[in-house]
């Protein structure tokens, strides 16, 4: 009742609903579902839930934005110029390049689907991994990936 009150009296029901809700649509995709509490809860507290209609750009090839994102519902293509790349799935991340390594869009992110996709600031992102060891390693082998996947195309 205490902790209940404490959130009416704040105006904060709606906060905690949607980092539940997050984190609830996290843990049921790889590699979430395998992280601990400590990484999936600082996700889901930083993340802004945003839904996406089907053929909405998320990413334009050579933007300089610095968001990352998580896949949370739907499908989403990866186009680098005019090659269909692959598709990402729920679980999948994108934007790494640009919010870690701060370099320019590579490719362009595009729905396929309807969906829904964690948006996660440059600098919240950067805390995050640099005090969680799993989520580091996790997406600095996603970084050689797309290097390696890159490289191919060029």
Not at 27 to 56: I, M, T, W
Not at 90 to 105: K, M, N, T, V, Y
Not at 114 to 120: K, Q, R, S, W
Not at 126 to 145: A, D, G, Q, R
């Amino acid at each position: 009742r205490t902790w209940y009150s404490f959130l009416v009296a704040e105006n904060r029901i709606g906060e905690m609903q949607s980092m539940w809700q997050n984190r609830s649509d996290l843990e049921k995709s790889h590699p979430f579902k395998e992280f601990s509490d400590y990484v999936n809860d600082k996700l889901a507290r930083v993340g802004r839930r945003r839904e996406v209609k089907e053929g909405e750009t998320i990413i334009k090839q050579g933007s300089q934005d610095n968001q990352f994102y998580i896949i949370l519902q739907g499908t989403f293509q990866v186009e680098h110029g005019s090659i269909k790349v692959k598709e990402l799935k729920p679980g999948d991340l994108f934007g790494e390049h640009a919010s870690l390594a701060h370099r320019i869009r590579n490719s362009t992110i595009r729905a396929n689907s309807e969906g829904v996709i964690l948006e996660v600031q440059r600098k919240d992102i950067e805390v995050i991994v640099s005090s969680t060891p799993v989520l580091n390693f996790h997406i600095l082998e996603l970084m050689k990936e797309r290097d390696r996947e890159l490289a191919k195309l060029s």
